[in-house]
């Protein structure tokens, strides 16, 4: 019998829900507020919450926090605008905090 093994994915620290897909990682070398922090094309079952200016470490950026739809913990934010040009790819994407996620089906 085989075993049948599903995408490999990142779950919500808290309550095990499914946040994102290990084939959405564009980067693993972000940092976060509570250490290192990975970038995402798309994240799955969130919330996103209010748009403000926030200074991060590459400069000024619109972000809104990302939140788990299931337990309301934040994960990280969404980076919403990126005023310098080079930080223009980030847009419209999810950093999630490694400390916040797990990973399942590794």
């Not at 564009?26 to 798309?42: M, Y």
């Not at 403000?52 to 980076?79: F, I, N």
């Amino acid at each position: 019998m085989e075993e049948v093994i599903g995408p490999r994915l990142y779950c919500c620290c808290n309550c095990r829900n499914h946040v994102a897909l290990h084939d959405d990682v564009i980067s693993k070398a972000f940092q976060g507020k509570s250490g290192r922090a990975f970038l995402f094309g798309h994240a799955l079952n969130v919330s996103v919450g209010a748009k403000e200016d926030r200074e991060l470490m590459t400069g000024l950026h619109t972000v809104a926090d990302v939140y788990c739809s299931d337990c309301h913990q934040v994960l990280g934010w969404k980076y919403e605008r990126a005023y310098e040009e080079s930080q223009k790819y980030k847009e419209g994407k999810f950093v999630l905090e490694k400390a916040k996620i797990v990973m399942e089906n590794y």
